[in-house]
């Protein structure tokens, strides 16, 4: 079934003048009608570039369009012309490669809370504002449909240092996918529930809310950096879509492990309790987490992320 593709957002040029006045800290905001995929283009960006004098980061790259979009693991983002906000950043950082496992959550966690904010600020209900929750590890929910996505790369450089010696340099890009209109559509051509800004109550300021977001990720590699995962780990509570669910971590449609979400550790793993008792620590990769949804808890009608 075609989904109509009906623009709501301000044309690219204008979109990325707005933006560039939003994000001053930023070396580059650019917004196009139509690429690839914003997360690849950054990428490319990262491996031309030449991390003892390169291109100067962050960056931002957006786009109304994306042909070739990809969500984690690789699956296909799908998406019509002036519908979904589809954005990256890439940063060039001072994390550790063992401080990676935490990110992808963090990020997450940090992208609920912005646009809880804009939410707030745009005056939606608390209702709505509650509603709005981050699935582990980055998925962004309104009530029990998906809103949102998160897809992070990374890529290490090795800077030239003096008598020859190397240091690694850690370089991220993560995009986001935000469906704006046309969940209706949407939802049939996918076969689940898929939410959109439409449904808030509210007028959002979606210049405000890219801006919001992309500062909040710069902040959020500045705590992973200087303090690790763990003050995410309360951070997470208030906004957690998993916690207290009977959930199947799932490996290519093979159940994993079958347990209760019981938040984050301080790693940033999903904290699953098993029948026996014991805590198993779930790592970000290519998993996926079927939840039994809170509408039929008790006729095996369940989600899948």
Known sequence: MPIAAVSVLPEPHALAAKLGHALPHFASVDWQASVASTNQSLMAQVRQSKPNGDLGWPRLLGAHHQTAGRGRAGRPWQDQGGQALMFSCGFKTDLTLPQLAGLAPALGIASAEGLR??????????????????????????????????????????????????????????????????????????????????????????????????????????????????????????????????????????VLHTGCAMGVTGQGALALALASGAIEPVMVGDVSIRWQSPDARHDGVRGTS
């Not at 504002?129 to 998925?139: F, M, Q, S, T, Y």
């Not at 705590?223 to 009977?246: C, E, H, N, W």
């Open 117 to 254: 904010e804009q939410l707030l600020a745009a005056g939606a209900s608390p209702e709505m504002i509650g509603a709005l929750r981050v699935k582990w590890p980055n998925d962004l929910m309104l009530a029990d449909a998906k809103l949102a996505g998160i897809l992070v790369e990374s890529v290490v450089r090795q800077k030239q240092e003096v008598q020859q010696q190397t240091e690694p340099v850690l370089y991220l890009v993560a995009g986001m996918g935000l469906n704006v209109s046309g969940h209706h559509q949407l939802s049939n051509v996918l076969g689940r529930a898929v939410a959109d800004l439409s449904q808030v109550g509210v007028q959002l300021d979606l210049v405000a809310l890219v801006a919001t977001l992309a500062s909040a990720w710069q902040a959020t590699l500045r705590t992973l950096a200087s303090d690790g995962f763990a003050p995410f780990v309360d951070r997470i509570k208030p906004i957690d879509y998993l916690q207290g669910r009977t959930i199947d971590v799932m490996q290519q449609d093979v």
